[in-house]
């Protein structure tokens, strides 16, 4: 059983920078694409960044482009999410995903099939 812990979050002004990490187990991790995708209060979750199997493929919502960068390290089975310039419309709770088969590249949301617990990202203004 695959299983996903999200560390990192936490209160930063805006314009800070926070990285989140995603510890996976589980399954062989160098195989699967890794998302992270983040909820806001009283809106729906939303895609924010995946990574392919290999690290050389990627994709971002338009909103992160050139603030975050999303990263994996296949030796020790993490992904993160640095973010930088961070604006208060960034503030949700951060999910961390694995996708669903390997070897595909995963971005939408029926392309994961595994989920961290989240953790809370907060921006104050």
């Known amino acids: 059983q695959v299983q996903l812990v999200e560390s990192g979050g936490g209160l930063v002004q805006a314009g800070g920078s926070l990285r989140l990490s995603c510890a996976a187990s589980?399954?062989?991790?160098?195989?699967?694409?890794m998302g992270w995708f983040r909820q806001a209060p009283g809106k729906e979750r939303e895609f924010v960044a995946a990574?392919?199997?290999?690290?050389?493929?990627?994709y971002y919502r338009d909103s992160v482009k050139g603030r975050f960068t999303i990263s994996r390290d296949n030796g020790k089975n993490t992904v993160f999410l640095q973010m930088n310039s961070l604006k208060p419309e960034d503030t949700a709770v951060y999910y961390c995903?694995?996708?669903?088969?390997?070897?595909?590249?995963?971005?939408?949301?029926?392309?994961?099939?595994?989920w961290g617990q989240g953790t809370q990202v907060t921006v104050s203004s």
């Open positions: 995903a694995g996708g669903r088969t390997s070897y595909v590249m995963a971005y939408r949301s029926a392309d994961f099939g595994s």
């Open positions: 589980g399954r062989t991790f160098s195989r699967y694409s």
């Open positions: 990574i392919g199997w290999s690290g050389s493929n990627f």
